[in-house]
């Protein structure tokens, strides 16, 4: 049975009329377009689909659209602030922290919402908040660099 | 035909993985200017009319037949080139605009490029066997250079002087003694380009030489690098066409197994499915891949197959030696016999590679599109003009009607040399009258896609009194030839491949054979050296004549502080090292292992890697593939093994089959030898194949036990269950 369901996507009012049980990767994906938001496993285990709902980090393919009515959801196309990239996606750029770059999405995401709770993390808070986050690249060593980039492009920005 | 899987067949690999690419289509662009500049889009306005069919290929083998072929220069000095390389993330795509931008003598950004559209580009073999350094990067240098020569006449023309005392720099000529200078966009503007552009391209053109190089050498961004960050980058699961729907394909419960019947009545009836069967394939296509999930799930109740046998992951091994095609081995043996019986010692042990699963971010996509009875795909594969031809022969159309477009797409690691995808979102389009885009779920990539081939490896070797390798005997059954002759110095060395019959579809996978030979050979070495009571570093110099190899044992040894570890291995913590050469490029790495005997666990702590291939063409990128091959590397050795029974797989789930993540990356320090002597080799592959046997020397080192079988993981625990009995 569709259902109307109200919710925000990158500061931008959407209403949707679909099946609530779909997932919120899928709708972003299939219906709004926003590609960047990637699948990888559709199980929970890989974090190619991350985007934040109210500021904390999801895994899209595991939530329904019909959970996040009236939510705040970031995906990787709402972090740029025009022009200006986000400072994590920055940092990813500068460190090429990417090969393919199919999980960079959902590592910028994760990363953002790291750096919001650990402004200062250490080598243990990066890799224990990271680890669901698979890199089949394998470009971990660079994705962590980026990461501690970030921290410091954060405090200049301020 | 859901049923059957295009398997790779393994002499197709070999062939790949030796030399030059096996397949050979015979293909013509058939395209005209107008349609070019439309597909380029809006901002660049494409000069040159040359007649793009002249652009056909010799056989996959990279060389363009003329410049306009290959590249293309606008009125505002935008030059464009095209090739048939697809980027999965290993750095084509700027790895050739590179190669341009260096003989142009222009900056990386002025130069763009198109990939991997059939109905654009050369046909550049297929991406794979790491390749494109040596086989593509040669001809794209080449081009370049014959249309900076063409350039530089029209200037020495238009100025009535000698080209010679022209200078090309940053796309400018400049007539040295005037200081007169035209840019390449006045020079289009002064010569139509479109006959000077039918030039064949030179192979005798002079090169940039390394020494000179400003482009290549170094570490040039990826141009697509704020794509990817702003999420705006389109992978080939990203396409979206008008009209277009989501499919879904009934995959059989088991390996073999035949649709015996199915009822497709009440989703016909559902609203918004389109239904399809065509013999065994049965698929569905919706507005929404949940409509369309929901849709094949209701028919998955209602299909009865035909299934058959099909041998265990648990018997694999002997399985494939009971099958094993017997080869030579009779006429082999007794050349070494003579050797064998004059030894002073023998040693003689089977390894063991599992199958493994490529499992790359993206699993396998594809949209198709038809327009009056012609066929757009758009795919993530490895080789696009192939898959034109196997499009093209399933759907009975010419070549001419299908094309065939690979956006950058999210990984392969050698597993997407197949095009099924391609193949059924065309087939649910057809009937659909509309484009549609199917996505392999991971369960689907892990069990329809095929995978590295499993291996038994035999090896036999004898010393004789100095301690020194006599005799040498090498078989592999199953998993290919590739680096399969041993890099030491041995008298009569035997060494053979032998086929076997892979319950399994297998293919490439990056450095698929060559893993397991020099996992079993580096293995092997480090056995006799202990057997001769030598340290494993100087038998293997002893034994070695090849200055690259011993050059990067060398650095990898002295960076590591290998004569101070060797001596300080202990029951938990051992140090262990392997080397190896492969497609081109040679490979060193020591290892520093934590092992607990009892519980069956090693954590690999540091992994020092010292790896040659010849000139470094962009540093940023080498450094990120051999750090993505050491990582990629431990999940092979340590844990990743595909197991199945029944004809099903076990573990088709990220929770059950185990890739590196982030705890798992050890301290890793690699050194990359710039060797400028000789050309460049490929680099996304080789640094793999050391990996796994230094950690397994490491083992040894530390607990006194050979671990003989990658993954290691579950051999260790065997190992701790029979102690746990004994003690
Ligand atoms: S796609 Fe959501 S975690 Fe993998
Ligand atoms: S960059 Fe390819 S999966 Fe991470």
Known sequence: ?158 | MSAKIKSININEIIELENEESVFKPDWEVQIDRRTFVQLLGAGILVVVTGDFAEGQMRRGGGQAATVAARLQISQDGVITVMTGKVDEGQGCRTQLLQAAAEELRVSPNQVRMILADTSLVPDDGMTAGSRTTPNNVPPVRQAAATARDILTQIAAEQWKVDAKNLQVQNGIVTNTATKESLTYGELTKIKNLSESFKQTVSSNVTLTAVSNWKVLGSSVPKPTGRDIVTGSHIYPSDIMRPNMLYGKVLRPPSYGATLKSVDLSKVKEMKDVIVVQEGQFVGVAAPTTFLASQAIDAIAKTASWNTVSHPSSKEIYQYLRDNARSGQRGNARSRTSNAFSQANKVLSETYYTAYIQHTPMEPRAAVAEWNNGSLTAWAGIDYPQRIQGDLARAFNISNERVRVIVPDMGGGFGGKHTGQAAEEAARLAKAAGRPVSIRWTRADEFTWAYFRPAAVIDCRAGLDENGSIMAWEFTNINSGNAALNTPYRIPNPVEQYVSSDSPLSQGPYRCLAATANNFARECFIDELAAAAGADPLEFRLKHLDNQRIKTVLDTAAKHFDWETKRKKNTRETGFGLACGTEKGSVVAVCVEVGVNVKNGTIEVKRVCEAFECGPIQNPGNLLAQVQGCIIMGLGGALREEIKFENGKILNASFSNYYVPKFKDVPEIDVHLVNNTEIASAGAGETPIIAVAPAISNAIFAAAGFRVRSMPMIPAMIEHAKKISVIT
């Open chain 1, 1 to 158: 049975m569709n259902k109307e369901i109200l919710l925000f996507v990158n500061d931008r009012e959407q209403k949707i009329v679909t099946d609530p049980q779909r997932t919120l990767l899928e709708v972003l994906r299939e219906d709004l377009k926003l590609t960047g938001t990637n699948f990888g496993c559709n199980e929970g285990l890989c974090g190619a689909c991350t985007v934040l709902i109210d500021g904390e980090p999801n895994h899209s393919c595991m939530v329904r659209i019909g959970e996040v009515e009236y939510k705040w959801i970031t995906t990787i196309e709402g972090l740029a602030k025009g022009e200006k990239l986000h400072p994590v996606q920055q940092a990813f750029l500068d460190e090429e922290a990417f090969q393919c770059g199919y999980c960079t999405p959902g590592m910028i995401l994760n990363a953002v919402a790291l750096l919001q709770k650990y402004p200062n993390p250490t080598d243990e808070q990066i890799i224990e908040w990271m680890n669901g986050n698979i890199c089949r690249c394998n470009g971990y060593p660079k994705i962590i660099s980026a990461i501690r980039r970030a921290v410091k492009l954060i405090k200049e920005d301020k």
